[in-house]
């Protein structure tokens, strides 16, 4: 689990550099930016206009988005182990 946390951290804070970059966005908005997109809220007050950011951006999303899953499932294993995982076990 430490492995995907820290790779989530690192992918955040990549996202939140390059933003910075290529957008010239505040700390905070690219940060927030970086989040909203990985965790697929997408609100949408805030989009990148350069073509470096709209690459930047797809880019994030593909792999932001595998990541961020991949520690929700890993979180989900680990500290919600009452939770069933097949269907046909269920007491109905």
């Given at each position: 689990m430490t492995r995907f946390l820290v790779l989530?951290?690192?992918?955040?804070?990549?996202?939140?550099?390059?933003?910075r970059w290529a957008e010239g966005w505040s700390w905070i908005d690219s940060y927030f930016f970086t989040f909203v997109t990985i965790s697929t809220v997408g609100y949408g007050n805030i989009v990148p206009e350069s073509d470096a950011g709209k690459i930047?951006?797809?880019?994030?999303?593909?792999?932001?988005?595998?990541?961020?899953?991949?520690?929700?499932?890993?979180?989900?294993?680990?500290?919600?182990p009452h939770v069933r995982r097949n269907d046909d076990t269920r007491d109905d």
């Open positions: 989530l951290a690192a992918t955040i804070g990549c996202g939140t550099v390059f933003f930047g951006a797809t880019v994030l999303i593909a792999v932001g988005f595998a990541i961020f899953a991949s520690v929700v499932q890993v979180f989900s294993r680990r500290f919600l």
